[in-house]
């Protein structure tokens, strides 16, 4: 059964950095593509930043210039450091995981910046 072990979520002042990781286990064969998105109240999800196994990224606009995905495949895992958060950022994120034809989701992990 895969898992998505979401951490570093949390309460921050505008201006400051978290890193989000997300380590996915139960899956035995190469995960394509590891990344984040974010949901905000009243708003649709969205990508924040993507990585493929070979180390290609995409990135929101948004969050260009102050945000950094990178991944480990020796721990299924992904890493989402983020600067510079202002008060728009607040929102819950999610860990995707695509595998082949499969995709799977975190159950989320809140991140709040106050102005």
């Known amino acids: 059964q895969v898992q998505l072990a979401e951490s570093g979520g949390g309460l921050v002042q505008a201006g400051g950095s978290l890193r989000l990781s997300c380590a996915a286990s139960g899956i035995s064969r190469t995960i394509n593509v590891m990344g984040w998105y974010r949901q905000a109240p009243g708003k649709r999800r969205e990508l924040v930043a993507d990585?493929?196994?070979?180390?290609?990224?995409t990135y929101a606009d948004s969050v260009k210039g102050r945000s950094r995905i990178s991944r480990d495949n020796a721990k299924n895992t992904v890493y989402l450091q983020m600067n510079s958060l202002r008060p728009e950022d607040t929102a819950v994120y999610y860990c995707?995981?695509?595998?082949?034809?499969?995709?799977?989701w975190g159950q989320g992990t809140q991140v709040t910046v106050s102005a």
């Open positions: 990585i493929t196994n070979s180390g290609g990224t």
């Open positions: 995707r995981v695509v595998r082949d034809l499969y995709v799977y």
